[in-house]
């Protein structure tokens, strides 16, 4: 819309893409950015010349990008994902710390206890437990859930877990705020379909077969057209090349600043897959701070080396402590305040 166009002229547009049966979403603080949504391809032509004659509208622009509703031209605005009220994207840095796997109450609670004291904002904890081998330890399932439910209760931090199967989507979203989808389902459709479908939260980590910024965003595009908007991406680490095998995986923090040209939604770095080994995640989790990342996953753990998964990338609860202190001050644009909550519209 050209600048300074009314509420009445915004309307008129929202109500003529209604009148076709397509959906508007609307952004931009300088000047209003009207996103339509759904536009059939063979209306498309004639629906822009007719917008463009509307006084107040600017112009019409297609969204070239092979994902439409992920990217920034269709919101310019950065999408800011309402957690229990906790707003992620755009402001505060967000940390999100825990096990890889919920292993006991004791563990749990003791953990959730230590990270929340150490400034941590959500609590992680895998309860379904994707694992290489089928004799490793799968997790405990949905008394897994219950004890992350538990946690929350005593410490009144937000848990996220991921969920393994479609059929599990609406078990997972009674007991968790945000939704994980671990990085081997990446591409799995019918399980981005079904958390679209729930509206809850998602965190959508980068892998699968064909991890490329691109097909990570189309992935997302299928959470967002079931009518979603609360999807968060998630880098942890692209397989290593060449047979090194210094670290699990390499870790691409280049793609923080991709993602932030790319598109409106948030991206949290996750340095403890990214790089397999706790002396590691650190350093990357500084690099991923000053990249401008809208938050951190951290896998902390009372005692590593008897972690049921992933203990050499584990923090302890000292180690999470020093990498905290501080890691606010490497933020690119000093959004520092505390965490508000994020308007209602948004979720
Ligand atoms: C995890 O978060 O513990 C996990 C299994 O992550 P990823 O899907 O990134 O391997
Ligand atoms: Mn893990």
């Known amino acids: 819309m050209r600048k300074g166009a009314t509420k009445e002229q915004i309307d008129h547009v929202v109500d003529r893409l209604g009148e076709r049966g397509y959906g508007a979403n609307l952004s931009g603080s300088e000047v209003s950015v009207i996103g339509a949504i759904g536009v059939l391809d063979d209306d498309k032509a004639r629906l822009a010349e007719q917008l463009q004659s509307l006084p107040a509208v600017d112009r019409v622009v297609p969204v070239l990008k092979r994902f439409k509703l992920a990217s920034r031209e269709f919101q310019p605005d950065p999408t800011i994902v309402n957690v229990d009220g906790l707003a992620i994207g ?8 825990g096990p890889c796997s919920v292993e006991s109450e004791e563990q749990l609670l003791s953990t959730a206890h ?4 150490r400034g941590a904002n959500v609590l992680r904890g895998g309860a379904f437990k994707p694992r ?6 799968q997790g405990l399932g949905k008394e897994g859930l219950e004890l992350l439910a538990r946690a929350k209760r005593e410490t009144g931090m937000p848990v996220v877990s991921e969920v ?6 609406g078990l997972c979203a009674k007991y968790v705020d945000i939704l994980q989808i671990g990085a081997r389902n990446m591409q799995n459709y019918a399980l981005l379909r079904e958390v679209g479908r729930s509206g809850h939260p998602v965190l959508l980590k980068r892998g699968g077969m064909y991890p490329t910024i691109e097909n990570w965003l189309l992935c997302a595009e299928y959470i967002l057209r079931e009518g979603n908007r609360n999807v968060m ?5 692209l397989p290593v090349a060449g047979g090194e095998t210094a670290t699990r995986n390499v870790l691409d923090v280049s793609a923080v600043a991709v993602v932030h040209e790319l598109s409106h939604l948030p991206i949290i770095v996750d340095p403890s897959h990214g790089t397999g080994k706790a002396s590691y995640v650190p350093p990357l989790a500084r690099a991923a701070v000053a990249a401008g990342a809208d938050g ?3 896998e902390v753990h009372p005692d590593p080396e008897r972690a049921l998964s992933d203990g050499a990338q584990s923090l302890t609860f000292d180690q999470f402590g020093s990498l905290m202190a501080g890691l606010d001050t490497l933020r690119p644009s000093r959004g520092t305040s505390a965490p508000a909550a994020a308007p209602a519209a948004s979720r």
């Not at 755009?90 to 710390?97: E, K, N």
């Not at 230590?114 to 004291?117: G, N, P, Q, T």
């Not at 991406?233 to 680490?237: P, Q, S």
């Open 296 to 298: 951190l996953i951290i």
């Open 132 to 137: 290489t081998s089928p004799y490793d330890f």
């Open 114 to 117: 230590a990270v929340k004291d």
């Open 90 to 97: 755009g402001g505060a840095l967000i940390v999100m710390a």
């Open 233 to 237: 991406l998630c880098e942890r680490g």
């Open 164 to 169: 393994l199967d479609p059929h599990d989507v």
